[in-house]
């Protein structure tokens, strides 16, 4: 019996990093908000925070985006997303002591209840920002 060849294939960084352009513009500002604010403030703090760096930096964005909720054809309701960026990354906003994997359910949610490939989950209740961001693609 022939033994059998694995092919190998390499992911160019589009493919592996989707919208990487818009979703590093968004932690840059993320970025800029934490370093001028720090942890330890409310949710809705940083959200208006990043909405001011996204209009002082000409990013495209929803704040609240409403979303509408189907199961089987039928409207069930409303929701609210903190951010849709240039209609493509859905931005969900946390301030909280311990990230929990609900937290990323619920974005991954958001994520196929819009169609969309990418979103960003952040914690701004940590010391660097960069430990509180999780970038999610489906």
Known sequence: ??????KSFHLSAQEEFP???????????????HSMLGPGLLESIYEEALA?????????????????LNYKG????KHRIDFLQ?????????AVEKMNNIFEAQLLTYLKIMDKRV???MNFNVERLKDGIKRLII
Request: charged share 35%.
């Open 1 to 6: 019996m022939k033994p059998q060849r694995t």
């Open 19 to 33: 919208l990487k352009e818009i979703t590093g513009k968004v932690i840059s500002c993320a970025i800029e908000v």
């Open 52 to 68: 001011h760096e996204f209009a002082l930096r000409g990013i495209l964005y929803e704040k609240q985006k409403e979303i509408n």
């Open 74 to 77: 039928k409207e069930i309701g």
């Open 86 to 94: 240039e209609n493509e990354v859905v931005v969900e906003l946390k």
């Open 119 to 121: 979103g960003l989950l």
